[in-house]
């Protein structure tokens, strides 16, 4: 149990448009996502933090009208990069923190964005 | 703001040998969580420790808590080549904040 989706698993697009990746809970309920971006070899960077019927809560130095955030029911999340750019291209992953658990994250397998 | 570390940034190990690696945070932690991430793959939740000095083992593993909350090993026993892949560390500042540190990666040479 406890598998997270992501969707797309890799998406390309051009400078200016905007790309919407999905995050799903597949056999449990979560009230809180998380989206992470990852550079190649580097760390989990933690952007914000999604809550079910709520704004997200964003960390320091990420615009929030650039990547959008919904959460719109228990087990759906999703993040929106906005008028994408090159510097946007990245690896990024999503986690879900159970209902019934209170400190597992269970991580999706991620979405790699490619700007060009 | 919190900050979590990680030593040493690669360790080359051949298989067999034991492999430790350690997270300090900044700031004292409500809880540590450790993940292991495959080359490839997505990061897979290890274990959480919540008790200032805390041990916990899962097989070869064996996860401590520092006494004062602020640091964190993982030692690993005899590795094999299963144990590849990068280890983070994520420290838990209260609800506050959870920041991965920037990962250990182990590779074990056969």
């Known amino acids: 149990g406890a598998v997270v989706s992501q969707h797309p698993s890799w998406v390309i697009c051009k400078s200016g448009t905007s790309v919407k990746i999905e995050c799903r809970s597949l056999d449990f309920q979560a009230t809180t996502m998380f989206w992470y971006r990852q550079f190649p070899k580097q760390s989990l960077m933690l952007m914000a933090t999604s809550n079910e019927g709520s704004k997200a809560t964003y960390e320091q130095g990420v615009e929030k009208d650039k990547f959008l955030i919904n959460h719109a029911s228990l087990t759906l999340s999703t993040l929106t990069v906005t008028s994408a750019h090159p510097e946007d291209s990245s690896f990024y992953i999503c986690s879900a923190r159970r209902n019934d658990r209170g400190y597992e994250q269970y991580f999706g397998p991620g979405t790699r964005l490619t700007v060009t | 703001g919190q900050q979590v570390m990680q030593i040493p940034q690669y360790q080359h190990v051949q298989e067999g040998e034991d492999f430790t690696t350690y997270c300090n945070s900044s700031t004292t932690l409500s809880n540590i969580q450790w993940y292991k991430q495959r080359p490839g793959g997505h990061p897979v939740f290890l274990i959480q420790l919540v008790k200032s000095g805390e041990v916990k083992k899962q097989k070869r593993l064996t996860f401590q808590f520092g006494e004062a909350k602020k640091n964190s090993s993982l030692h690993i026993t005899a590795t094999q080549t299963t144990d590849v892949g990068t280890y983070f560390c994520?420290?838990?500042?209260?609800?506050?904040?959870?920041?991965f540190g920037p990962g250990t990666r182990l590779s074990v040479l056969p």
């Open positions: 994520a420290g838990d500042n209260y609800g506050q904040n959870f920041v």
